[in-house]
């Protein structure tokens, strides 16, 4: 079975800080994985993901994550944050097969950003 | 055009009601699924369908059902609708590799 944790429901930063956002898988293939952005009001969009190759991956509007194989993990980063960032984050984790391939959703981490 | 189309984008319905919210897509894809968000609970899985004639319960189908009219259709069906299945309505297709997913821009029930 697969599943999503993301840790921290809520995170706070000023503008200009470094973003953060943790997320923890498990999966017993080689995963999947995606972030997604929702802004208020609207629908999600893909920040970014990886499927194979290079584990570290940059996405939209300078985010970056990196997979770790051995640490479970898909954390999302970004090195300055913006008040245009304030949004719903989604981790997810897929795996194709005939039998898998449903995209499974953390809780969702919201990033304010403090000016 | 948007790829993934969901009709109606916001409904105020009556407990007891029977509803229906319907998803067309335009990627070609054999895969879509249903997905309800609530806050706090990110996005949950109600059922997928892998072709028209695979369809499969997902998490929390309890008080659904689906049906898959083509391959570019897939509706959800509230039979009874009670306010707590309130939320906001995803519907999503996906590439065959599992790789690349797209979502409509969701439907927003609200049942009173």
């Known amino acids: 079975a697969q599943s999503v944790t993301q840790l921290g429901s809520h995170v706070s930063v000023s503008e200009g800080a470094l973003v953060l956002l943790r997320c923890n898988y498990s999966?017993?293939?080689?995963?999947?994985l995606f972030w997604y952005v929702q802004y208020p009001n609207q629908g999600l969009q893909l920040l970014l993901k990886y499927t194979t190759g290079a584990t570290l991956v940059k996405g939209i509007n300078g985010f970056e994550a990196e997979f770790k194989k051995s640490e479970t993990s898909f954390h999302l980063t970004k090195p300055s944050a913006h008040m245009s960032d304030a949004a719903e984050y989604f981790c997810?984790?897929?795996?194709?097969?005939?039998?898998?391939?449903?995209?499974?959703f953390g809780q969702g981490t919201t990033l304010q950003v403090k000016p | 055009d948007a790829d993934v189309t969901q009709t109606p984008r916001n409904r105020i319905t009556k407990t007891g009601k029977r509803i229906m919210l319907e998803c067309s897509q335009t990627?070609?894809?054999?895969?879509m699924y249903w997905y309800r968000q609530d806050p706090g609970l990110g996005l949950r899985l109600i059922y997928y369908s892998f072709d028209v004639k695979d369809i499969n319960k997902g998490e929390i189908s309890d008080g659904y059902s689906v049906s898959r009219q083509a391959q570019a259709k897939f509706s959800l069906s509230l039979e009874s609708a009670i306010p707590n299945q309130t939320a906001l309505y995803f519907c999503?297709?996906?590439?065959?590799?599992?790789?690349?997913?797209?979502f409509g821009s969701g439907t927003r029930l609200t049942v009173v």
């Open positions: 997810a984790v897929s795996r194709s097969s005939s039998n898998t391939g449903k995209l499974i």
């Open positions: 999503a297709t996906s590439d065959l590799a599992g790789t690349g997913y797209t």
């Open positions: 990627k070609g894809h054999d895969r």
């Open positions: 999966s017993s293939v080689p995963p999947y």
